[in-house]
């Protein structure tokens, strides 16, 4: 019996492989986690949008009003398309306020379906595709775009909308005493 023969390895080792992994690629640090974007269009977007709607429903109807409300209203979808490709219900409300709202609706239930741990991953490079992330993202800075530029609007229509956007935001443990502290 030869020495040498016992030393060597009775098996190569497994080389890893060249090919890249959707799931151990890392993630892209310029998109947001989906768990944010989702949290975000439902609060505080949401919550703003339906302020700035009753806003324009109770102050005079102005074309540049209508108009930013029907543009939001399709950033919306474009986001629910761009995340799912499903459509939602074909009949939508007629009222502006509630189609936006089942609109948002529609699109957090498509950002639902996503799987959140690999849609910030960079997909491997040898399916010569590009991430999902990256549009989904970009849809939705369209949406928050759409809901300044209405906020702005509105601003010059209803001058008090600033404070009914802030209320809420901040509540107090202790209220403030009645009488003078000095």
């Given at each position: 019996m030869n020495s040498t023969l016992a030393t060597e390895p009775?098996?190569?080792?497994?080389?890893?492989s060249l090919l890249e992994t959707w799931g151990k690629n890392e993630r892209m640090r310029h998109v947001p986690p989906?768990?944010?974007?989702?949290?975000?269009?439902?609060?505080?977007l949401r919550r703003r949008i339906e302020k700035l709607c009753a806003s324009a429903a109770a102050s005079p109807s102005t074309e540049p009003v209508e108009?930013?409300?029907r543009a939001l209203g399709r950033s919306i979808d474009r986001?629910?398309?761009?995340?799912k490709y499903t459509r939602g219900s074909n009949h939508a409300p007629a009222d502006i306020a509630a189609r936006i709202d089942a609109a948002i609706t529609h699109a957090i239930s498509c950002l639902g379906s996503l799987d959140a741990s690999l849609l910030g991953r960079r997909y491997p490079?040898?399916?010569?595709e590009r991430s999902?992330?990256?549009p989904i993202y970009g849809a939705f800075l369209v949406v928050i775009e759409h809901v300044h530029r209405l906020t702005k609007l509105i601003r010059a229509v209803d001058s008090r909308i600033d404070e009914r956007l802030l209320e809420g935001l901040v509540t107090l443990q202790e209220p403030l005493r009645e009488q003078a502290i000095a």
């Amino acid at each position: 019996m030869n020495s040498t023969l016992a030393t060597e390895p009775t098996e190569k080792p497994a080389t890893p492989s060249l090919l890249e992994t959707w799931g151990k690629n890392e993630r892209m640090r310029h998109v947001p986690p989906l768990e944010w974007m989702t949290e975000k269009l439902d609060r505080d977007l949401r919550r703003r949008i339906e302020k700035l709607c009753a806003s324009a429903a109770a102050s005079p109807s102005t074309e540049p009003v209508e108009t930013e409300l029907r543009a939001l209203g399709r950033s919306i979808d474009r986001l629910a398309d761009t995340a799912k490709y499903t459509r939602g219900s074909n009949h939508a409300p007629a009222d502006i306020a509630a189609r936006i709202d089942a609109a948002i609706t529609h699109a957090i239930s498509c950002l639902g379906s996503l799987d959140a741990s690999l849609l910030g991953r960079r997909y491997p490079y040898q399916t010569l595709e590009r991430s999902k992330a990256e549009p989904i993202y970009g849809a939705f800075l369209v949406v928050i775009e759409h809901v300044h530029r209405l906020t702005k609007l509105i601003r010059a229509v209803d001058s008090r909308i600033d404070e009914r956007l802030l209320e809420g935001l901040v509540t107090l443990q202790e209220p403030l005493r009645e009488q003078a502290i000095a």
